[in-house]
Each structure stands twice: as structure tokens, then as C-alpha cells.
């Protein structure tokens, strides 16, 4: 079967540095995107990875690693708006987005 | 640009109703998905389409129908509501199926 997982919930610091993992088992792979998603809010898009590596967009940063099915997204200098549950998401064989359960950060002043 | 709209925003439903949700995009995206979340679950698509006339199933379609009859709409239909269809429902569209999807506000429904 197809899997994503990821922490069910982090806790961390206001301008500190927090890194959420992703480890997948999809049948296919053809990318894999991190969404943000405030309470009561659709998600939104973050980042989108298809090759290995590091891509850094401002305060967040993800990372993949398709040999390992591996992704973390690196958020800096954490603010509390950063507050919300973080959306993994693998395209499979089938260009169909599996999707994460989310992480639910919570940011602590 | 008001991006991807859904409505009703919440609706109650009893046993065995029908409804319709509404989503329309203005972006002129070719690819529209219906997803549902539940509460500690990941969202799972349930229609999807590619384009005006073409539709096909996700991963969790049975009790829904959809059409796409436009471009910029993708309505889904719910027949004979039944309670684990309680949940959020969003509409997303994109460019291209690798391509970031944007997501429409939700519906939240509840069936009793």
C-alpha cells in the first residue's frame, strides 16, 4: 500500500529552528510537496521537491531524499503566525497526490 | 483574481438528502480535484478531472458523482448522504498535475 508519515504533532520556540520529517512509500514517485494549513483554513502551498537536495525559499527550506523516501521542511526563525499543520503530499505513478496526516506545530513564546 | 470558490461554507444534512456542492476557479486551470479531510486523516481525493468533459475516480469516489461541463466549474454531487460523509470538502484547481494546487475555503458538512 501506499504510506506517508510524519509526526502527529512538534512543539517549539518562537524564533527558534524547527525541522518536520516525511517518510514515504508510494508506488511511483513523481515529486512531493509540502502544504501549510492554519485551523479552519484550506492549505496552502509551501514547497515542491522532484529532485534530491536542499531548495530554500526565504525562512523555510525542504529537503528530499528519493533514495531513502525521505523529505524534511526546515522552518527559521519561527514566528507565531508559523502556528499551523504542516501537509505532506507525494505524487504517485498515477500523478495523484497522496497525502500526510499532517504535523500540528505549535510555536510557544 | 478570486482564485477557487466553494460554496455553501456549511451545511446539515439529514440521512438519505442529496446536495450539491459548488466550485468554480477563475484561473483558467485545466485540472480540478475534490478532496475530503477528516479529523487525523490525510485528505483523500475523490473525483478529479483534466479538463471540460473529462472526469475519472479518485481514491474514495463510492456516494459522489461529479461532471465538469466547463472549464472553470466542477460541481459534486452528493446522493443519499449517509454519516461518514461528515467531513470537510475542498476543491482544488491547477495549471498541470505537477504544478501547485490551490484550494478553495471548504464546505463544512455534516450529515445526521
Known amino acids: 500500500g501506499q504510506n506517508i508519515d510524519q509526526p502527529t504533532e512538534m512543539t517549539a520556540t518562537e524564533g527558534a529552528i524547527v525541522q518536520i520529517n516525511c517518510t514515504y512509500q508510494?508506488?511511483?514517485?513523481?515529486?512531493l510537496f509540502w502544504y501549510q494549513q492554519h485551523a479552519g483554513e484550506a492549505p496552502t502551498f509551501l514547497s515542491y521537491n522532484v529532485l534530491d537536495g536542499l531548495e530554500e525559499k526565504g525562512r523555510f527550506s525542504s529537503f528530499l531524499s528519493r533514495s531513502k523516501g525521505y523529505s524534511y521542511l526546515l522552518l527559521k526563525e519561527l514566528q507565531m503566525k508559523d502556528s499551523a499543520s504542516y501537509l505532506c503530499?507525494?505524487?504517485?505513478?498515477?500523478?495523484?497526490?497522496?497525502w500526510g496526516a499532517g504535523t500540528k506545530l505549535i510555536i510557544k513564546p | 483574481n478570486a482564485g477557487v470558490t466553494q460554496t455553501p461554507k456549511f451545511r446539515i444534512l439529514k440521512i438519505g438528502q442529496s446536495m450539491t456542492l459548488q466550485c468554480t476557479q477563475d484561473m483558467n486551470h485545466n485540472y480540478m480535484y475534490w478532496y475530503r479531510q477528516d479529523p487525523g486523516m490525510g485528505l483523500k481525493l475523490i473525483y478529479y478531472?483534466?479538463?471540460?468533459?473529462?472526469?475519472d475516480k479518485g481514491e474514495v469516489p463510492n456516494g459522489y458523482n461529479v461532471s465538469r461541463s466547463t472549464t472553470e466549474d466542477f460541481p459534486l454531487r452528493l446522493e443519499l448522504a449517509a454519516p461518514s460523509q461528515t467531513s470537510v470538502y475542498f476543491c482544488a484547481s491547477s495549471y498541470r498535475d505537477t504544478y501547485e494546487q490551490y484550494f478553495g475555503p471548504g464546505t463544512r458538512l455534516t450529515v445526521t
Open positions: 478531472s483534466v479538463g471540460a468533459g473529462i472526469t
Open positions: 503530499a507525494v505524487m504517485d505513478s498515477n500523478y495523484q497526490l497522496i
Open positions: 508510494t508506488s511511483g514517485f513523481n515529486g
